[in-house]
T-cell receptor
């Protein structure tokens, strides 16, 4: 079983749609959780951290359920520029150098069309 | 731009050869992590260097080795290249000391093709 599992998609949605991505992780000792975005042939970039209470950043909402070991990302009012691969990421530790040791899911491909 | 630079951007090698990839970390960062990303997969953690010492290693064989220099730049060396080593190699820098937020900044990667 992979440590971090995501539905690879692809998800094809029209502009303005709401889309949700799900992710599960197997290491119950995981402490830090993130969503990264990766454009084609580019480096991953941090989209947002995910906190236990859930958090929102504009059109993006992230949720974490530690009991179910489940992470989600909701994108509202999709834009063409949201087209990318979304990577679910966990870390077994929090703080210091541990942020560099990340476990990535395989990524979910999103295409937003006009 | 993140301030993390990697060289070269592309590289073609043949099976059995050795390769060295380079990474300059962002100013003020003392930690460098290396990742391998195969096509269609997420990045996989290779190892991390903190203040010139290896500080954690993923599930990669010893033919993957690295260095970090006093200026915190880093090298990834791969010996006895195999076809499956073909991938995008990403370097990420961060500040690993107390008070840092640990945010990771990735370079744009080196695309390695092994023929």
């Amino acid at each position: 079983r992979k440590e971090v599992e995501q539905d690879p998609g692809p998800f094809n949605v029209p502009e303005g749609a709401t889309v949700a991505f799900n992710c599960t992780y197997s290491n119950s000792a995981s402490q830090s959780f993130f969503w990264y975005r990766q454009d084609c042939r580019k480096e991953p970039k941090l989209l947002m951290s995910v906190y236990s209470s859930g958090n929102e950043d504009g059109r993006f909402t992230a949720q974490l359920n530690r009991a179910s070991q489940y992470i989600s990302l909701l994108i509202r009012d999709s834009k063409l520029s949201d087209s990318a691969t979304y990577l679910c990421v966990v870390s077994a530790n929090a703080g210091g150098t541990s942020y560099g040791k990340l476990t990535f899911g395989q990524g979910t491909i999103l295409t937003v069309h006009p | 731009e993140t301030g993390v630079t990697q060289s070269p951007t592309h590289l073609i090698k043949t099976r059995g050869q050795q390769v060295t990839l380079r990474c300059s970390s962002q100013s003020g960062h003392n930690t460098v992590s290396w990742y391998q990303q195969a096509l269609g997969q997420g990045p996989q953690f290779i190892f991390q260097y903190y203040r010139e010492e290896e500080n954690g290693r993923g599930n990669f064989p010893p033919r993957f080795s690295g260095l970090q220099f006093p200026n915190y730049s880093s090298e990834l060396n791969v010996n006895a290249l195999e076809l499956d080593d073909s991938a995008l190699y990403l370097c990420a820098s961060s500040y690993g000391g107390t008070g840092g937020d640990g945010k990771l900044f990735f370079g744009s990667g080196t695309q390695l093709s092994v023929l």
